[in-house]
């Protein structure tokens, strides 16, 4: 049966604004898809995406299959009577799906949608066709005889596949893309997605969070519903780390900084990452963004009351990263001063790093060491350094002594140990000169010219193991003796 549709007006400028490119397109099918499982209520919903190939590999066909509520042969001829009209637009500001199956003109020439409502009734197709889009023509076909499904369900055959278009289709993108904007679903294992290609299927994995869970609970809304929240904390910043928002289908809509409300910390952070789902709420038409209504208030409270926890668990991880860090580094300058003090001792010579050539680079290799005996000897002395909060008096002082020159405290809060903490070449570089400093004024302290003098000695002469090289030549021998 041929019908008519009857759309709303400036539906097509709608749907451009909704659908910016092919895997955008194909978002609009398997978000009906998980729809279409939501609504039928099944233990476990199942969605399959499958790409059907040419003889010579190109793209023919993009299938789209669920075992969802389905569509009787009826509602597909309303579905087409209705699309976007008022009401729909409205609800498509809601991020439901009143235009959504006209997305079918950005990938390829014909839409052939077939559906079974429930076990015992008869399947029919809803067929629409590029070339009779703009006339307004459409088909429900009820039996279809090229398209019949045996269970409930709706499979979506996009036939004809867009040159443009068919760039898009990537095994790899595609996974990616689906992965991404399902994450919230897929995590929650609301459904099963898969993605087969020829005799070959893979299912589609939510983005894995790196770091580990600090926030992972249900926020009640009062009377408005709830939201998901699932937050994890890295130990450093990672420019690509963000907390994405999603809304109904598990969708997702945009990263939480993209909004006003939440530029500001900690959700700036880049420390954190994961995803927050509210399906109430209420989408822009490019499903870019949210409307800022009664939910999202809702929302942005329940957020807010979670900031202090994050802030505080920000602060613990960032202390926690540096303590390692500079306990690392801590042990490679014990490291380096004993062999300094060895040199001092024996007088083998420092000997400047070799270079090996490959290719065009330059790479430095191990340190020349003349004396194997003092290379391969443990350490002679086990040198401390302890971080330190001055007291007033001690303020101005970059680090003393205790308890002789063995242990020595540094002044963690002085503002030339906050800047060089953050490069662990440069901190290190640091530390030996206050060692060098503490260790010259036990015998000079009567002496500051003497001091000064020696001190310009001992670090220029020290100036090969300081250096990035020797710095990565003796971690991880430091670490083994630490």
């Known amino acids: 049966m041929e019908t008519r549709l ?7 400028e709608v749907l451009a604004h909704v659908c910016g490119s092919p895997l955008e397109a194909l978002r609009q099918f398997v978000e009906n898809a998980a729809d279409a499982t939501e609504q039928a209520s099944k233990e476990r919903g199942s969605i399959q995406v499958r790409l059907v190939r040419n003889d010579d590999a190109t793209l023919r066909e993009l299938i789209v299959e669920d075992n969802g509520i389905g569509l009787s042969s009826d509602s597909m001829v309303a579905a087409l009577r209705n699309i976007g009209d008022s009401e729909k637009v409205n609800l ?3 991020g439901e799906k009143g235009i959504g199956i ?3 003109a950005l990938i ?6 077939n559906s079974r409502p429930r076990a015992k009734a008869p399947s029919a197709c809803l067929v629409l066709r590029l070339e009779g889009l703009k006339q307004g023509k459409g088909q429900v076909l009820s039996p279809c005889p090229k ?4 269970e409930q369900g709706t499979t979506v055959h996009l036939t004809g596949i867009l040159p443009e278009a068919s760039k898009a289709f990537g095994w790899r993108r595609i996974k990616e893309y689906l992965g991404r904007e399902f994450d919230s679903d897929l995590r929650r294992r609301l459904y099963t997605l898969t993605l087969v290609d020829g005799t070959y299927s893979e299912p589609v994995e939510p983005r894995r969070y790196r770091g580990v869970p600090v926030v992972v609970q249900t926020l009640p809304l009062d009377s408005l519903g709830h939201a998901s929240v699932e937050i994890h904390m890295l130990p450093i910043e990672v420019p690509d780390a963000s907390i994405s928002l999603h809304g109904r289908s598990g ?6 900084t993209s909004l006003e409300a939440f530029q500001r910390p900690p959700w700036q952070d880049q420390r954190l990452e994961g995803y927050i789902r509210c399906d109430q709420l209420k989408l822009t038409a490019n499903k870019a963004s949210v409307v800022e209504d009664q939910v999202f208030w809702g929302l942005s409270a329940a957020l807010k009351a979670l900031e202090p926890r994050l802030k505080q668990e920000i602060a613990k991880a960032t202390q926690e990263h540096l303590q390692r860090r500079l306990g690392r580094v801590l042990r490679r300058v014990d490291f380096m001063v004993d062999r300094f003090l060895r040199y001092l001792e024996e007088g083998a010579p420092l000997a400047a790093p070799e270079t090996k050539h490959n290719g065009n680079k330059s790479v430095p290799s191990q340190l020349v060491v003349r004396s194997h005996q003092a290379r ?5 002395r086990i040198l401390h350094f302890e971080l330190a909060e001055p007291e007033e008096s001690q303020s101005h002082w970059r680090s003393w002594p205790d308890g002789g020159a063995e242990l020595i405290r540094v002044n963690k809060e002085h503002l030339d140990f906050l800047e060089a903490e953050w490069d662990e070449s440069r901190c290190a570089r640091y530390l030996f000169a206050l060692w060098a400093k503490e260790h010259l004024l036990t015998e000079y302290g009567s002496d500051s010219r003497k001091v000064a003098d020696e001190l310009v000695g001992w670090l220029n002469k020290a100036e090969l193991l300081l250096g990035r090289a020797a710095a990565a030549r003796y971690a991880p021998q430091a670490a083994g003796q630490a």
């Open 108 to 113: 390829a020439q014909e839409l052939h949608l």
């Open 102 to 104: 006209l997305a079918f």
């Open 6 to 12: 009857e759309t709303g007006r400036g539906i097509f």
């Open 251 to 256: 969708v997702r809509i945009c990263p939480i």
């Open 147 to 150: 398209h019949a499904r045996r």
């Open 92 to 94: 498509a500001l809601r």
């Open 376 to 380: 391969h000897q443990p350490p002679a």
